[in-house]
């Protein structure tokens, strides 16, 4: 097919990357141990805690043999991470994939329902948790397939005084860590010692082997896990390299800003991408408290920050972020929501670097599209597809429309899933007869390649760069007694871009909108919770009694207006 938007291409950006030497990420890792093994690998944020590439891949091995030794999970078996931005996630994330395992990560603010929902649907038979979150998972494990239980603590990375010190004042004073009982769990440190006492045996993983269950909505709305393999992300890693590599110099030390959760894929493939390239990715697990990282921003000359619009949004509207060193500033990467131009404007002032716009989705590893980094300004548009990616605008029928006019984007390319895990309905919905996954969203390509939302055929929410999908919230809304019917549509909102707000035909005249907020605040992840609730006779309908939220949330956005 043609490619239009390779002419646009930056210089020395490849229209296509080799993939035959693509195998593992276990042997991406180690490839990346070798050439910068003194080089920092990970930071800590919060505590300045660091880690080397070399000490990352003795941690990683030590537990990838415990794993293999002491639980002997077989090859493939899921195992769920569920934890913020700490040391430990890499730790636990390099040493699974080393020992041949399937990662699930896991929202550590997931109710008890959602977390119950994604242990069995995935089948995971293992599980590492922060203690903060034990409790959660006490109230569900009995339902799920979870056997194997790792406990860490927040300041389990530190060095010893330090560590004990930390867990003294999270555990005693401030009594961050709700009681909790998991029958045979094990400690993260006690797993690290007793592997070192064995030796990792290597296993066979190929390049199509799963790699990673990322559950999301996809274009249904049904909670599902994304089989992303190795090939999948290691591809994606190696298209954003070649996609930065004309603007670094040659075997520049990177410091990448990761704010965004590393359970999210779209810090995930950025923090993977920086592995590659031996960088560092300083962790930054509380970003809402804008002055406390505007301190870690001023302790690093970074190179690059991967962020959502309300992140970016929040710095550049605080005194203190115009006084940051921005001279090792190479990129700034905008994804996860629309960058607002008011926000890449500032951006741009204060730091004298676009702020640009890529594109991606979970299904595709994440990345589809991003703007040349470049860029002069913000153009609003999601920018080209990336090397050995191709789009194609489609019409209902699923045929390619001409440059100009809208329709749905779909993409193919080494980057996108090798399905949902154990749906293969929900897999054929997606994908059209020649490879190319419908994403469900509208977009419009110009003559040079650039691309453009214009509007979603999925009626997903979009809450600070999180997907929140109405048939979740609803379904949640409808176990309340007093509700007949509930629709939840996205209204726009300032700050996070998106809000959820809940229409509800009642059963009960006295249901007041504080206590059916309260409901879903018990039973949904906080930016899931709708901000407000408004009360109809009758929700409107197609003919066929489907109910209409795109009317319902046109009817909101013209009231506002």
């Given at each position: 097919m043609e490619r239009p938007w390779i002419q646009s291409y930056p210089p020395g950006v490849p229209a296509d990357i080799p993939l035959e030497d693509l195998v593992s990420i276990g042997d991406y890792f180690l490839e990346a141990v070798a050439r910068y093994p003194r080089r920092h690998a990970f930071i800590s944020g919060s505590t300045g805690a660091a880690m080397d590439y070399a000490e990352l891949e003795e941690?990683?091995?030590?537990?990838?043999?415990?794993?293999?030794?002491?639980?002997?999970?077989?090859?493939g078996s899921r195992v769920a991470l569920m934890m913020p931005n700490l040391l430990q996630y890499p730790v636990c994330l390099f040493a699974l994939l080393r020992a041949g395992y399937v990662v699930v990560n896991v929202n550590p603010m997931y109710t008890p329902r959602e977390l119950a929902h994604q242990l069995k649907d995935s089948g995971a038979t293992a599980m590492v948790v922060v203690d903060l979150f034990a409790h959660v998972l006490e109230q569900v494990i009995a339902s799920t397939p979870v056997r194997h239980v790792v406990v860490t603590g927040l300041a389990d990375m530190l060095p010893t005084w330090k560590r004990h010190l930390a867990h003294f004042v999270i555990r005693r004073l401030r009594k961050m860590v709700r009681p909790y009982k998991l029958p045979g769990h094990v400690g993260l440190r006690q797993a690290l010692g007793r592997g070192s006492l064995h030796t990792l045996e290597?296993?066979?993983?190929?390049p199509n082997d799963v790699a990673f269950l990322q559950y999301t909505g996809g274009t249904t709305g049904v909670s599902k896990g994304a089989m992303l393999t190795h090939r999948n992300i290691l591809a994606n890693a190696r298209q954003g390299k070649v996609w930065s590599d004309p603007f670094l110099e040659p075997d520049e030390a990177l410091v990448s800003i990761t704010a965004i959760p590393l359970y999210h894929v779209f810090a995930l493939g950025s923090c993977l991408s920086f592995i590659g390239m031996g960088g560092t990715n300083v962790l930054v697990s509380d970003p809402r408290d804008t002055a406390g990282f505007i301190k870690v921003l001023a302790r690093y000359r970074f190179t690059g920050m991967p962020a959502v619009n309300t992140l970016f949004n929040d710095l550049t509207l605080h005194p203190d972020f115009a006084r940051l060193d921005f001279s090792r500033l190479r990129f700034a990467i905008g994804g996860g929501a629309a960058i607002q131009q008011a926000v890449a404007q500032r951006w741009q002032q204060l730091t004298g670097k676009p702020l640009v716009e890529g594109y991606g989705l979970t299904e595709c590893s994440p990345t589809v599209t991003c703007n040349p980094l470049d860029l002069s300004a913000h153009n609003g548009s999601i920018g080209l597809p990336m090397p050995s990616t191709e789009v194609s605008i489609r019409d209902d029928a699923g045929q390619p429309l001409p440059l100009g006019q809208a329709g749905e984007l779909c993409v193919r390319g080494p980057q996108v899933m090798a399905g949902y895990w154990q749906r293969p309905q929900d897999t054929a919905r997606v994908m059209t007869d020649d490879g190319f996954l419908r994403t469900g969203d509208v977009a419009v390509m110009d003559e040079r390649g650039f691309i453009r939302i214009v509007d979603r055929l999925k009626d997903m929410i979009l809450v600070s760069?999180?997907?929140?999908?109405?048939?979740e919230v609803e379904e949640v809304a409808m176990l309340h007694p007093g509700v007949r019917e509930a629709a939840a549509v996205g209204v726009p909102h300032p700050h996070s871009g998106e809000r959820v707000k809940l229409f509800v035909a009642r059963t009960d005249p006295a249901l007041e909108a504080a206590e059916l907020i309260a409901h879903c605040r018990r039973n949904l992840t906080g930016y899931k919770v709708p901000s407000e609730v408004e009360f109809l006779a009758e929700l409107p309908k197609s003919p066929v009694g489907k109910i209409l939220r795109r009317e319902l949330r046109e009817g909101v956005i013209s009231r506002d207006a």
């Open positions: 941690l990683t091995r030590n537990l990838a043999a415990w794993f293999q030794k002491e639980i002997a999970l077989p090859l290597p296993v066979p993983v190929g760069g999180f997907n929140v999908y109405p048939n």
